[in-house]
């Protein structure tokens, strides 16, 4: 399997983690911001939070560590919490804007 493969088995699982207190999944919400995919299979991700005090911050980010290391093909996942960028409505995607009600 190539990486851009699991890049997009990745994205697929991402799509299944949401922020307990948003109906929208933390992809859709722009809150990953680089997916790296080495030839080993290693997963580095960068993300944020859509507050940096978010209280579900533990719980999101081992979700998306346990989920994007049951994708095949990977064999080890580090989540970096990032804030640089900082999240804005403007990372949401168009789904997630429908969804929330700012289109």
């Not at 290693?42 to 859509?50: C, P, Q, S």
Request: charged share 30%.
């Amino acid at each position: 399997m190539t990486t851009f493969e699991i890049e997009e088995k990745i994205v697929a699982v991402l799509k299944t983690v949401f922020d307990p207190e948003i109906p929208v999944n933390v992809y859709d919400l722009g809150l990953i911001y680089k997916i790296d995919v080495s030839e080993e299979g290693e997963v580095a991700i960068d993300m944020t939070l859509t507050a940096p005090n978010c209280p579900a911050a533990d719980f999101i980010m081992e979700d998306v560590r346990m989920k994007v290391e049951s994708v095949e093909g990977v064999k080890a996942a580090i989540i970096n919490l990032v804030f640089e960028p900082e999240w804005s409505k403007d990372m949401l995607s168009e789904e997630a804007k429908l969804e929330l009600g700012f289109l």
